[in-house]
């Protein structure tokens, strides 16, 4: 409602401004002068048509310009998401970009102070939720949940390492640890050494917790409910916020449409890892078999906590 309050005042203060400009250009001329004591005062007529011109003219420009202000409102808002409201009319930089999964949930974080100094809770453990990249990049959140709080205390990401890197890093903050959350295929075994990541992490001392396999769409949701009763350490998850915000659905540039998947880029390790965590937490969605009389095209879900 702000927002179209502040459109719509810009529109009425711009057909003001056109009100004015014709005025200046079109001054009303003298009135006829007040006759001399006995005489009888004499009117060319000019008085009744400048009220005649000024009602057709600058007056009935503000009345159409303010039609105009209020369609173009009501047609914008048919037409285009908030998202691409705040960004094309408003210039809002910190609006989600199109096709965003979460942006607008971040924003909302920002606007009530869900980011800011989030300080590590040393009587809480700290959960690690991962996306493990092959020859790419590993994304890690740090996690405390506090209560109803989910305390999202710390992000790191790196390209071209190791489990060992990781685990050194892992080591060198000072967090008391709880369940490490890999994706589920971390427990597949690799061709060259036999082994999974799971074993060779349990090597390096870190114990991994396998997530559910969800469908994507069920994990995103899974997200977006987690989301708002997350706290973001301003600084800390900086990087990872970014990557949050700006995580979207790909598209098909030829027919100008969205695919029903998300994009891959610099994004998708941070948003796949948090995805990860959310999917293993106690309120993850608890898929339930699909009623054998139709009903829902897809399994209903049922949300705990």
Same mark, same amino acid.
């Given at each position: 409602?702000?927002?179209?309050?502040?459109?719509?005042?810009?529109? @009425?203060?711009?057909?003001?401004?056109? @009100?004015?400009?014709?005025?200046?250009?079109?001054?009303?001329?003298?009135?006829?002068?007040?006759?001399?004591?006995g005489e009888t005062a004499v009117s060319d007529g000019s008085d009744a048509k400048q009220i005649t011109d000024?009602?057709?003219?600058?007056?009935?420009?503000?009345?159409?310009?303010?039609?105009?202000?209020?369609?173009?409102?009501? &047609?914008?808002?048919?037409?285009?998401?908030?998202?691409?409201?705040?960004?094309?009319?408003?210039?809002?930089?910190?609006?989600?970009?199109?096709?965003?999964?979460?942006?607008?949930?971040? =924003?909302?974080?920002?606007?009530? /102070?869900?980011?800011?100094?989030?300080?590590?809770?040393?009587?809480?453990?700290?959960?690690?939720?991962?996306?493990?990249?092959?020859? =790419?990049?590993?994304?890690?959140?740090?996690?405390?949940?506090?209560?109803?709080?989910?305390?999202?205390?710390?992000?790191?990401?790196?390209?071209?390492e190791g489990l060992p890197h990781y685990a050194k890093v892992l080591a060198s903050k000072p967090y008391v640890y709880g369940r490490h959350i890999a994706?589920?295929?971390?427990?597949?075994?690799?061709?060259?050494? /036999?082994?999974?990541?799971?074993?060779?992490?349990?090597?390096?001392? @870190?114990?991994?917790?396998?997530?559910?396999?969800?469908?994507?769409?069920? /994990?995103? &949701?899974?997200?977006?409910?987690?989301?708002?009763?997350?706290?973001?350490?301003?600084?800390?998850?900086?990087?990872?916020?970014?990557?949050?915000?700006?995580?979207?659905?790909?598209?098909?540039?030829? @027919? &100008?449409?969205?695919? =029903?998947?998300?994009?891959?880029?610099?994004?998708?390790?941070? $948003?796949?890892?948090?995805?990860?965590?959310? $999917?293993?937490?106690?309120? $993850?969605?608890?898929?339930?078999?699909?009623?054998?009389?139709?009903?829902? /095209?897809?399994?209903?879900?049922?949300? $705990?906590?």
């Open positions: 409602m702000r927002t179209q309050s502040t459109r719509l005042a810009m529109s @009425l203060s711009l057909a003001a401004l056109s @009100l004015l400009a014709a005025c200046a250009a079109n001054p009303p001329t003298a009135a006829t002068p007040a006759a001399a004591p000024l009602a057709g003219g600058p007056a009935a420009a503000l009345a159409k310009a303010v039609r105009q202000a209020v369609t173009s409102e009501i &047609n914008m808002r048919k037409t285009m998401s908030e998202e691409e409201y705040q960004q094309e009319m408003e210039c809002s930089f910190d609006a989600a970009v199109k096709g965003a999964y979460y942006g607008r949930l971040i =924003d909302e974080a920002q606007q009530e /102070g869900r980011i800011c100094a989030v300080p590590h809770e040393p009587a809480a453990k700290v959960d690690t939720w991962w996306d493990l990249g092959v020859g =790419d990049s590993t994304a890690i959140w740090f996690v405390q949940t506090v209560g109803r709080e989910v305390r999202v205390i710390d992000h790191y990401e790196m390209t071209g994706p589920h295929d971390i427990a597949v075994r690799e061709l060259g050494t /036999g082994q999974s990541r799971i074993e060779m992490a349990r090597a390096l001392g @870190l114990k991994f917790e396998t997530a559910p396999k969800l469908p994507v769409d069920d /994990g995103i &949701n899974a997200v977006r409910l987690t989301l708002p009763k997350c706290w973001f350490d301003a600084k800390r998850c900086a990087a990872g916020l970014e990557a949050l915000r700006m995580y979207r659905k790909d598209r098909d540039e030829k @027919l &100008n449409v969205f695919r =029903d998947k998300p994009r891959h880029d610099w994004t998708s390790h941070s $948003a796949d890892a948090f995805r990860t965590g959310c $999917a293993a937490r106690p309120s $993850a969605p608890v898929v339930r078999p699909a009623r054998a009389n139709g009903g829902f /095209g897809v399994s209903p879900m049922a949300w $705990a906590g």
